[in-house]
């Protein structure tokens, strides 16, 4: 895939003045980012852009990505929580954009676009100028696409459409496929690395009530699972939703206000979801700060969100608050204050560095040996084939073990097959 061409711009830069203070989640309302901690309103940030929609963190770049949806020009758009800045990257008068999703692996930012039924990319990375209208991935034909999220670990995106099925895609657009569908309607699509899985609405589409249910799908598997249900009224289409460590959130609407609804990720089918926000303004979009960190936490095999993790910038968001400044400092760690208050690390177990940022058995055994970690946490060696050392370095193959030469004693024929070899050692008792 082509990832950049050469073309113009960006559509508008302007700065804002404003202090995000630590937070775990943030909606965007009328003209505005506003943010939470445990529930409570910490800080907001005044937007020029109208109608912020489909907001998703952009954990790399610090950045609250988003959809303004003013005068039908919708166009995406990025707030850079440490410089302030807000740029617009793609703009499509008269189009509908309805879903987003940012990739931090290839820095590429899918969307929907619901008139033109297309899936439609562009990338961040810096030196890359996209096309102002953004690069066609995928057509969907007849059917309307809605929500958008991101598998970085295996390389897909998910979408679903107004007419019910998940489809998903490799990031070039090949291996097409529909990922489920059944009788009734999926809107709001997230996807959670971490248990390798997504969440979305699943909405009854022939029922009076127009009920509906949140559902789990992992990706290895086919059948849904029932997270929660009892969703009524036109609500259930296009759910807003976010997933992070511990929570997925959603918002519901009432006559007078609007909601923000909580449940843990652990929580039994059929668990009360928690109301830990109302307010008197339409919620467009929410997103979580879900750390990269926290994603592949224990993950084996998702080397490509794993290698990010010395790359993502120290204490996004610092705003002169000490607290802020241990925020992705310790890349496998525990972060705290020395008397100088500046932040350091107490490191995982197999991890060293000033932040924790090196794996002590990366490339330490050679020779295909397997590394693990002994008592004093240090790094050892489980060699492979014929190989030995303290680092499998030495190839013992095309004789006896250097080992073993020192425990025998030695025939003429021993020591002439083995005197050419300068790491081999040698205990001669020579009887007289
Ligand atoms: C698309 O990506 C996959 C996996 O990254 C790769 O195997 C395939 O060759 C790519 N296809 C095209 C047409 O570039
Ligand atoms: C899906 O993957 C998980 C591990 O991530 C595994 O435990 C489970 O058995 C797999 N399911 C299927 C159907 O392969
Ligand atoms: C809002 O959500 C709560 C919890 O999910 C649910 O009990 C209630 O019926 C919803 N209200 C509306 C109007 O959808
Ligand atoms: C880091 O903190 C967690 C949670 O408090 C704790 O379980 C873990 O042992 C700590 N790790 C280190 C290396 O101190
Ligand atoms: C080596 O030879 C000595 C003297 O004959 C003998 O005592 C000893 O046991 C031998 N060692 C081995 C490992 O065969």
């Given at each position: 895939m082509k990832m950049c061409r050469?073309q113009?711009?960006?559509?508008?830069?302007?700065?804002?003045?404003?202090?995000?203070?630590?937070?775990?989640?943030?909606?965007?309302?009328?003209?505005?980012?506003?943010?939470?901690?445990?529930?409570?309103?910490?800080?907001?940030?005044?937007?020029?852009?109208?109608?912020?929609?489909?907001?998703?963190?952009?954990?790399?770049?610090?950045?609250?990505?988003?959809?303004?949806?003013?005068?039908?020009?919708d166009?995406v758009?990025?707030?850079?929580?440490?410089?302030?800045?807000?740029?617009?990257f793609i703009k499509r008068n008269g189009r509908n954009i309805q879903g987003l999703a940012?990739?931090?692996?290839t820095?590429i930012i899918f969307f929907t676009d619901m008139n033109e039924r297309s899936i439609n990319w562009f990338s961040?990375?810096?030196?890359c100028?996209n096309n102002v209208y953004g690069n066609l991935l995928i057509r969907t034909d007849s059917k309307l696409p809605?929500?958008i999220?991101?598998?970085?670990?295996?390389?897909?995106v998910?979408w679903?459409?107004?007419?019910?099925?998940?489809e998903?895609a490799r990031f070039n657009g090949s291996d097409r496929?529909?990922?489920?569908?059944?009788?009734?309607?999926?809107?709001?699509?997230?996807?959670?690395?971490?248990?390798?899985?997504?969440?979305?609405?699943?909405?009854?589409?022939?029922?009076?009530?127009?009920?509906?249910?949140?559902?789990?799908?992992?990706?290895?598997?086919?059948?849904?699972?029932?997270?929660?249900?009892?969703?009524?009224?036109?609500?259930?289409?296009?759910?807003?939703?976010?997933?992070?460590?511990?929570?997925?959130?959603?918002?519901?609407?009432?006559?007078?206000?609007?909601?923000?609804?909580?449940?843990?990720?652990?929580?039994?089918?059929?668990?009360?979801?928690?109301?830990?926000?109302?307010?008197?303004?339409?919620?467009?979009?929410?997103?979580?700060?879900?750390?990269?960190?926290?994603?592949?936490?224990?993950?084996?095999?998702?080397?490509?969100?794993?290698?990010?993790?010395?790359?993502?910038?120290?204490?996004?968001?610092?705003?002169?608050?000490?607290?802020?400044?241990?925020?992705?400092?310790?890349?496998?760690?525990?972060?705290?204050?020395?008397?100088?208050?500046?932040?350091?690390?107490?490191?995982?177990?197999?991890?060293?560095?000033?932040?924790?940022?090196?794996?002590?058995?990366?490339?330490?055994?050679?020779?295909?040996?397997?590394?693990?970690?002994?008592?004093?946490?240090?790094?050892?060696?489980?060699?492979?084939?014929?190989?030995?050392?303290?680092?499998?370095?030495?190839?013992?193959?095309?004789?006896?073990?250097?080992?073993?030469?020192?425990?025998?004693?030695?025939?003429?024929?021993?020591?002439?097959?083995?005197?050419?070899?300068?790491?081999?050692?040698?205990?001669?008792?020579?009887?007289?």
């Amino acid at each position: 895939m082509k990832m950049c061409r050469a073309q113009c711009v960006l559509v508008v830069v302007a700065l804002y003045v404003g202090v995000v203070r630590s937070w775990d989640i943030a909606i965007g309302v009328k003209d505005q980012l506003i943010f939470y901690t445990n529930g409570v309103k910490t800080s907001s940030i005044n937007l020029i852009s109208q109608n912020p929609t489909s907001l998703v963190y952009d954990e790399l770049h610090n950045m609250m990505l988003y959809v303004d949806k003013q005068n039908n020009n919708d166009a995406v758009c990025g707030y850079d929580l440490s410089s302030k800045d807000n740029k617009c990257f793609i703009k499509r008068n008269g189009r509908n954009i309805q879903g987003l999703a940012f990739d931090p692996v290839t820095e590429i930012i899918f969307f929907t676009d619901m008139n033109e039924r297309s899936i439609n990319w562009f990338s961040l990375k810096s030196g890359c100028n996209n096309n102002v209208y953004g690069n066609l991935l995928i057509r969907t034909d007849s059917k309307l696409p809605a929500n958008i999220a991101v598998d970085s670990c295996g390389g897909y995106v998910y979408w679903t459409h107004y007419e019910g099925i998940i489809e998903s895609a490799r990031f070039n657009g090949s291996d097409r496929k529909v990922k489920f569908s059944s009788a009734w309607k999926q809107f709001g699509i997230v996807i959670d690395s971490q248990t390798q899985k997504m969440f979305y609405f699943d909405v009854c589409s022939t029922c009076s009530d127009s009920h509906g249910y949140l559902n789990s799908l992992k990706f290895n598997e086919t059948s849904e699972k029932v997270v929660y249900s009892n969703f009524y009224g036109p609500e259930c289409r296009s759910k807003i939703m976010t997933v992070s460590k511990d929570y997925i959130y959603w918002k519901n609407h009432t006559e007078s206000y609007d909601s923000i609804w909580q449940l843990s990720k652990k929580a039994a089918s059929y668990t009360e979801p928690k109301e830990i926000s109302r307010i008197n303004e339409k919620i467009l979009g929410i997103t979580a700060k879900y750390k990269i960190k926290d994603q592949v936490q224990g993950l084996q095999d998702c080397d490509s969100l794993t290698n990010l993790l010395p790359k993502l910038i120290v204490s996004p968001g610092y705003t002169g608050e000490q607290s802020n400044a241990c925020e992705n400092y310790c890349v496998y760690g525990n972060c705290s204050f020395n008397e100088e208050g500046l932040p350091k690390c107490r490191c995982n177990a197999g991890y060293s560095g000033q932040r924790c940022e090196i794996n002590v058995c990366y490339n330490y055994c050679l020779n295909d040996g397997e590394c693990s970690l002994n008592e004093e946490e240090e790094p050892i060696c489980q060699c492979a084939g014929d190989h030995a050392g303290v680092r499998c370095e030495d190839d013992t193959s095309d004789t006896t073990p250097t080992y073993d030469l020192a425990k025998r004693n030695l025939t003429l024929a021993d020591i002439f097959s083995n005197w050419r070899k300068p790491s081999s050692k040698m205990y001669l008792t020579v009887e007289v």
